[in-house]
C-alpha cells in the first residue's frame, strides 16, 4: 500500500501545484493592477486640469496642490508603492505585464532619485509654470455645458492661494540657492503680465479665459467676469510684481546646471531622465558633435542641388546661403491662413501615403489650427495636443501663426511630420487605443521614445510620394529636413556645453546660427529653453539614433525578409518606453523572424 500511496501523493501535489500556478500569478497580477491603479488616480488627482482634459468632470472645479503637505504625502506613498511592488514575484506575471512592473518600477526610482534636487522650488520657466498652463487650460477642455463653466469658474477662484503658494516655494528656493538663470526670467515676467493687460482690467470678457463664457447666457458671463476681475487677474498682477520685483532679482547669474547645490547629480539624473539611458554629458556632447558634422557635409549636397549661387567674392557660401534663406521673401507666407492652409495641404499628402508604411493607423483623427494670440509671442512653432478616444476629442496640431517671417515654407514640411502624421498624433494616439493593457501604460509619455519616434517620423518624408527624396524633392524642402535634424543634433552640443562645459549663452547662439536656417530669434529662445530645461532637449536626436540603429540591424539581419510595416508595428506596439526596453522588443522580434517563418 505504501508503495502505491507514494506515487498517488506526488500525483496530487503535482496537479495542486498547476492548480495553483494561475492563482499565484493572478495574485501577482491583482497586486500589480492595484499598484497601477493607484498611481494612475493618484497622477490625475495631483493634475486636475488633466482630469478636466479627460473629460472627467469631477476634476473641474479643483486645482493642483503645490502645498509641503501634498508633497510629504507623496514622498511617502512613493516608498510604501516602491515596497509594494517588490513584493510582487516577476516570476509569476506574464511578459506583457512584466513590462507594467518594469515601467513603474523606473519611473518611481527616478521620482524617488528627483526628491533630493528640490524640483518643486523651481517651478517657473520660459517653457512652462502656472504663467502658461493657466492660459492653456481652455485649450484642451469643452466647457461646453453650464455645469462644467460654473466649476471652472470654481477653479478659477482658486488661482490665489495656488499662486500665493507657488510664491512660497519660490520663496524657498531663494533661500536654498535653487533658482533659474536670471537671463530667462524676462519672458516669464511677460507671460505673467499677459493676464493682467490693461484691456482685460476694463473689460474682462477680452481676456482669453473668458472664451468658455463667450456663448453663455448674460448671468453666466457677468460671473465670469467678476470672478476674473475680482479673483484671477489681481492674483496674477500679484504673481507679475513678485517675479519682477524679488524673485529675479534674487535668481542667480550663472547659467550652467551644474551650479545649482548638487548641480552635477542633478545634471546627470536629468540626462539619465530625459533620455533614458546611462550616457554621461561628456558622451553626449561628442555623439553631438559627430552628428553636426555629418549633417553638415549632406547640407552641402543639398545647397549644391538647389538654384542658388552665392554672389561673386562671397568668403563662407554656407553662411550666405543661410542668409538668403532668412531674408528672401519667397520663403514667408504673407497671412496666416495661407500658412495653416499649407500644414494642412502637407498633412492631407501625408495621409495618403502612410498605408504603405504602418499596418496600424489610429482611429482617432487629427486637425490643425491657429496658436492662441495670448501664448503665440512666448511658444515654440508648434506643438501637438493628445486627443481623447474616450471622449471623442480629436488631437490638435496647434501651429504658431505669430511674426510669419520666423516660420519659413521651408520648415513646414519636417514641422507636419514631426507634430501630426506619422509623428506625435499617429503614435500617440496609437497608444491611447492599445488593447490587453493596464490604461496607466498608454498615458507614458518618455521624451526619448516621443520625440525621438517624431524625429524619426520627419525622416520618414523621404520614403514617401514619388521619385528621389520623396517628399523632400524640392531641395529647399530637403534642407528644411536637415536644419530640422541639425538643430535637434546641436541640441546633444549646446546642452551639455552650457551645462557641464561652462558655455556662455553667446557662444551657443553662435554656434547654432552658424550651423542651421533657424532665425535668429527661434534660436535665441530655444538656447533659453535649454538654459532653463536642463537635459530635456538632449531625448529627440538620442532617441531617433536608437531607432534608426535598430532598424538598420533589423535590416542587415533579416536582409530580404525585413518588413518596415512590421518594424513599425513593433516600435509602437507597445506604447512609449524607456530605449532599452524598446532595444529588447525590437531585438526580440527581430531573432523570433530570422527563425522564420514570417
Not at 95 to 103: F, G, N, Q, V, Y
Not at 420 to 437: D, F, S
Request: charged letters at 25%; glycine letters at 6%; a positive charge.
Amino acid at each position: 500500500m505504501k508503495s502505491i500511496a507514494l506515487p498517488r501523493l506526488l500525483l496530487c501535489l503535482a496537479t495542486l501545484a498547476l492548480l495553483g500556478a494561475p492563482a499565484l500569478g493572478q495574485d501577482a497580477e491583482a497586486r500589480l493592477d492595484a499598484l497601477l491603479d493607484a498611481e494612475s488616480r493618484d497622477a490625475v488627482d495631483a493634475w486636475p486640469p488633466w482630469g478636466s482634459s479627460l473629460g472627467r468632470e469631477r476634476y473641474d472645479a479643483l486645482m493642483p496642490d503645490p502645498s509641503p503637505a501634498a508633497r510629504a504625502k507623496r514622498a511617502q506613498v512613493l516608498r510604501e508603492r516602491l515596497r509594494a511592488l517588490a513584493a510582487i514575484p516577476r516570476a509569476e506575471l506574464s511578459p506583457e505585464r512584466a513590462l507594467d512592473a518594469r515601467l513603474l518600477e523606473h519611473e518611481l526610482e527616478l521620482e524617488r532619485a528627483s526628491e533630493a534636487f528640490a524640483g518643486w522650488q523651481t517651478p517657473v520657466g520660459p517653457m512652462g509654470g502656472p504663467q502658461q498652463w493657466i492660459l492653456q487650460m481652455t485649450e484642451r477642455v469643452r466647457y461646453d455645458a453650464p455645469r462644467r463653466r460654473r466649476a471652472f469658474l470654481k477653479r478659477l477662484e482658486q488661482v490665489p492661494a495656488y499662486l500665493a503658494q507657488v510664491i512660497q516655494n519660490l520663496r524657498a528656493g531663494l533661500a536654498a540657492g535653487r533658482t533659474p538663470p536670471r537671463i530667462v526670467l524676462g519672458r516669464v515676467v511677460e507671460q505673467a503680465r499677459a493676464h493682467t493687460d490693461e484691456a482685460s482690467a476694463r473689460d474682462p470678457s477680452t481676456h482669453p479665459l473668458f472664451r468658455p463664457f463667450r456663448d453663455a447666457t448674460p448671468a453666466e458671463q457677468a460671473e465670469a467676469k467678476r470672478v476674473l476681475r475680482e479673483a484671477l487677474i489681481p492674483a496674477f498682477r500679484r504673481f507679475a510684481t513678485f517675479l519682477e520685483q524679488v524673485y529675479l532679482p534674487g535668481c542667480r547669474s550663472s547659467i550652467a546646471a551644474e551650479d545649482l547645490p548638487q548641480g552635477r547629480a542633478g545634471y546627470a539624473l536629468a540626462l539619465r531622465r530625459h533620455s533614458t539611458t546611462a550616457l554621461s554629458a561628456g558622451e553626449i556632447h561628442q555623439i553631438g558633435l559627430r552628428e553636426v558634422a555629418r549633417i553638415e557635409r549632406e547640407m552641402q549636397e543639398v545647397i549644391a542641388r538647389s538654384d542658388f549661387r552665392a554672389p561673386p567674392g562671397t568668403t563662407n557660401p554656407f553662411l550666405a546661403f543661410l542668409a538668403y534663406l532668412r531674408r528672401d521673401p519667397r520663403f514667408y507666407h504673407r497671412d496666416a491662413e495661407s500658412l495653416l492652409d499649407a500644414y494642412r495641404a502637407i498633412a492631407k499628402k501625408v495621409d495618403a501615403e502612410l498605408p504603405r508604411l504602418f499596418r496600424r493607423l489610429p482611429r482617432l483623427s487629427y486637425g490643425v489650427r491657429a496658436m492662441s494670440s495670448a501664448i503665440a509671442p512666448s511658444s515654440p512653432t508648434a506643438y501637438y495636443y493628445r486627443g481623447s478616444p474616450q471622449s471623442g476629442v480629436a488631437g490638435t496640431f496647434v501651429a504658431n501663426t505669430y511674426r510669419l517671417d520666423q516660420r519659413p515654407r521651408y520648415e513646414q514640411v519636417p514641422l507636419t511630420l514631426h507634430e501630426a502624421a506619422p509623428g506625435h498624433h499617429l503614435q500617440i494616439a496609437l497608444a491611447q487605443e492599445l488593447e490587453g493593457v493596464h490604461p496607466w501604460r498608454r498615458t507614458r509619455g518618455y521624451t526619448a521614445f516621443v520625440e525621438g519616434w517624431a524625429l524619426y517620423a520627419e525622416r520618414l518624408g523621404l520614403e514617401m510620394g514619388e521619385g528621389p527624396r520623396g517628399l523632400y524633392a524640392d531641395p529647399y524642402d530637403d534642407f528644411g529636413r536637415l536644419t530640422y535634424e541639425m538643430w535637434r543634433a546641436m541640441r546633444l552640443v549646446v546642452d551639455t556645453g552650457i551645462h557641464s562645459k561652462g558655455w556662455t549663452r553667446a557662444r551657443a547662439i553662435t554656434f547654432m546660427l552658424e550651423r542651421s536656417a533657424l532665425t535668429e530669434e527661434n534660436v535665441q529662445r530655444e538656447v533659453d529653453r535649454y538654459i532653463a530645461w536642463p537635459g530635456q532637449a538632449v531625448a529627440y536626436k538620442l532617441g531617433e539614433l536608437a531607432i534608426r540603429r535598430l532598424r538598420g540591424e533589423a535590416e542587415r539581419t533579416l536582409g530580404e525578409g525585413f518588413d518596415l510595416r512590421a518594424f513599425h508595428d513593433v516600435v509602437l506596439g507597445a506604447g512609449a518606453v524607456p530605449l532599452d526596453v524598446l532595444e529588447d522588443q525590437v531585438q526580440r522580434w527581430v531573432r523570433a523572424r530570422a527563425r522564420g517563418p514570417h
